[in-house]
């Protein structure tokens, strides 16, 4: 089947969603499975097992009300996506930048307690705030850039 045509029938299965239903359901993330499966379905044998999978799951969608639909449609839509992650080099949403902010935080509040103890001698708990703030935001800073060549690339799914 091609492209456009998978893509008709899944706006056709979804156009009385509302916007909130279209994301609780991950429809745009379905569409870009589709796309980015018959793109590499010629070099990936798994990418073209997975071709028909994702077609059946077109037909299903309008049947996820129900959690007994849901829960395989979820299942499938997962292992299709952590292929893309694992062979593909493809990341979730937001992964870096949450990676980064731990991190941030971690580091700021120990540059924020070796500031403290050793030049105030002291517990300072706004100096160890401000520190936590300034790592995560940093943190945040640092994830968002690196996901920016993801974002360039539409390698986020």
Known sequence: MLLQDKLDRIEKHTENFSISKYNFLKISALVKLIKDTDANAAHCEKCSENAPRLEKMIDKIQYLDDIVYRSPYEKQFNEIRKHFHKEHGYI???????????????VGLGLAALIA?????????????????????IGYITGSLKEKRYRHTNRIV
């Open 92 to 106: 979730p949403p937001l992964y870096f930048s949450g990676k980064y902010i731990i991190y941030g935080a971690i």
């Open 117 to 137: 103890f050793l030049i105030i001698q002291k517990s300072a708990v706004d100096v160890l705030l401000v520190g936590t703030v300034t790592g995560i935001s």
